[in-house]
């Protein structure tokens, strides 16, 4: 155990967590670690990973992680698979406008579906990407947006104002 307390304080170091907060990075990551049923490097990878891509604090790192557990308990995604995915889709994500949280249970979903965390990763980068620029896109997608009765001016508008009701009600259109 106290290979792997050192494993998770030298990755904290090593992506850039501020000494001051080391201790309380290497509680969260082993406490991941444990839930997540993680390695302990891999679990303090992808807690620092995931405070730099969605710009939070380690306290926020903790809720988005409590989360993440609750995602793995209640569905057929498992906190590993879920935390893997949401590291590939993060950036994305976050210029779309979801909060780590709602990118997480679009991470779970798919996963849940039986996708692999790259291909959900994958198929989820490619949906916000072209939902943000729909303006910009083809004849093709214009068309299929018609003809579930959206418009992409009005989809970029809507992803502007309120990114989560935009997407949610896009994929309500798909049902």
Partial sequence: VPESVAEITAAGGRLGVALKDLPEFTRLAGQMAVAFDMSA???????AKMANIF???LA?????GDAINTLGNNTAAKEAEISEALLRIGGTA??????AEQAAALADAFIALGKSPEVAGTAINALLTKLQTAPAQ??????????IGMEAKQLAKDIHDNPEQALLSFLGKLE
């Fill in 41 to 47: 490097d891999a679990a303090g990878d992808a807690a």
């Fill in 55 to 57: 710009q939070i604090p």
């Fill in 60 to 64: 926020e790192v903790r809720a988005l």
């Fill in 94 to 99: 976050k210029q779309f406008g979801l909060a």
């Fill in 138 to 147: 083809g004849k093709e997608f214009q068309d299929a947006l018609k003809s």
